[in-house]
Structure formats: C-alpha cells, structure tokens
C-alpha cells in the first residue's frame, strides 16, 4: 500500500506527470512539493536544517542546534521535480546529490537517512 501522502491529489498528479515524461502543472506540483515538504517537517523535526524548494516552499528540520539568524549554517536545495523525486524515491538521495541536482552545505545537511519519505 502506498504512503498516505502519495494518495493525495496534487501527489499523484505531479508524479504522473512525471513519470510520464510530461511537465506537471504549476498548481499540482506546488501543492505536492508543499504536501512532501510538511510530511519532511513531521518525521523529522527540528530547526537545524532547511530544505529549501523554490520557488514553492521550504522546511526546517532535523534535531540539532536551531539556526536563528542569517544564512543557515545547513542548507538543502533543489528544484521542484528533483525534490518529488528524492522524497518519493524515485531517484536516490546520493544520486541527485552526487549529479548536481541537490545542492547541500554544512554537516547535517545529508538527508539520506530520512529520504525517501515513509508513510507516516
């Protein structure tokens, strides 16, 4: 049985889209990269690492020392598409990383441990 996250509307139509080839549309992808980022944020709490998805969203998580001001110490970033990829395991973590797709700063930023997202 699939995650719950992965039975929602916007989840599924971005990863069709996907899957298909095809460009999912403004809307669906920015409730499903939004819907992934809140399913991030509830398994893996904390402020010591944010995950940034422009233009549509970003968390904080991870335990650790909280970040407060100016440029987080820990930084994950990628695009919308690699980011519905990576967090439904469609492509690796270390994959993406490694080809320039997630774009990663400080020590706590390596979410392979929490990627791909379970189902809650």
């Known amino acids: 049985m699939p995650p719950p996250y992965a039975r929602t509307p916007a989840v599924v139509a971005a990863l069709s889209a996907l899957d298909e080839g095809r460009t999912p549309d403004r809307p ?12 991030l ?11 940034r998805v422009p233009p549509y969203g970003a968390v904080q998580c991870v335990p650790g020392p909280r970040h407060t001001r100016g440029t987080p110490a820990n930084v994950v970033e990628t695009d919308p598409e690699t980011w519905l990829r990576v967090a439904t395991g469609r492509v690796p973590w270390a994959e993406a990383v490694a080809e320039g797709h997630v774009r990663v700063s400080g020590v706590r930023a390596d979410l392979a441990a929490y990627l791909p997202l379970s189902g809650g």
């Open 28 to 39: 669906a992808l920015r409730a499903a990269v939004r819907a992934l980022l809140t399913v």
């Open 41 to 51: 944020a509830e398994q893996v709490p904390g402020r010591s690492v944010e995950v």
